[in-house]
């Protein structure tokens, strides 16, 4: 089955530890992306990648880094400099032409102490 | 901005009763999406929206691309418990050019009571 993969899906780390969040997909998307989602609130845009070795930053970047060495996989990594980061991480794949669907991995909730 | 408002914001409703949530904007969108959030999970497509005026189902759920193209319509018949969740619509934003970004709606918190 076609699908996205995040790992894990709960993590702890404490304050001042760099933590990557894993996303794999077998969609063939060429596109990817990585929202971050608080308690009662929508989803907030961090990075975006159209295509291998190319990514972009989102709404609310800061504190956070990517890479897109495969087409199938786009880790983040949740910096120090991140200042609040424990929230519930989501990523999605989408067709880079046609339609618009962006489709959804099961999501990582991140706690830092 | 390209802002997508959700209503309402929170929904209590008994088992069997139909519900209707509705998205709207000041800007034009060429497609609506709508997504469903469990506890704890990623959203889900419900139902893709390419036409203005196209009314599309899927199971008990109906959509609808408003006319004037600044707002779509989600309506669930005959609610069933694990209908619980959040409902998102999103569109794509036209400032993204290629880059295919989506903006979201706050999202209508649906609660079932059997």
Same mark, same amino acid.
């Given at each position: ?14 304050? *001042?530890?760099? %933590?990557?969040?894993?996303?794999? @997909? ?14 009662? @609130? ?55 032409? *046609?339609?618009?669907? @962006? ?8 706690? %830092?102490? | ?11 209590? $409703? ?14 034009? !969108? ?34 609808? !691309?408003? $006319? ?7 309506? $669930? ?10 409902? !998102? ?14 903006? !979201? ?10």
């Amino acid at each position: 089955d076609g699908g996205i993969t995040q790992s894990p899906k709960y993590l702890f780390r404490k304050e *001042g530890q760099n %933590v990557t969040l894993s996303c794999e @997909q077998n969609l063939n998307h060429d596109a990817m992306y990585w929202y971050r989602q608080d308690p009662g @609130q929508g989803l907030r845009l961090i990075y975006y990648s159209q295509i291998v070795n190319d990514f972009q930053k989102g709404d609310i970047a800061e504190g956070y880094s990517v890479s897109r060495e495969k087409k199938e996989s786009f880790p983040l990594t949740v910096t120090s400099a991140q200042k609040n980061p424990t929230a519930f991480y989501l990523c999605a794949s989408s067709a880079r032409q *046609g339609r618009y669907e @962006q489709y959804f991995g099961p999501g990582t909730r991140l706690t %830092v102490t | 901005g390209q802002q997508l408002n959700q209503s309402p914001q929170s929904m209590f $409703i008994q088992e069997g009763e139909d519900v209707s949530m509705n998205c709207t904007s000041s800007s034009i !969108f060429n497609t609506w999406l709508w997504y469903k959030q469990e506890p704890g999970e990623g959203p889900v497509l419900l139902i893709a929206l390419y036409k203005a005026g196209e009314l599309t189902s899927n199971g008990r759920l109906t959509a609808q !691309f408003g $006319i004037t193209r600044k707002d779509s319509f989600l309506n $669930i018949s005959a609610s069933i418990p694990s209908d619980v969740g959040i409902y !998102f619509c999103a569109g794509p934003l036209l400032t993204s050019g290629s880059a295919r970004q989506l903006t !979201f709606g706050s999202g209508t918190q649906l609660t079932v009571l059997p």
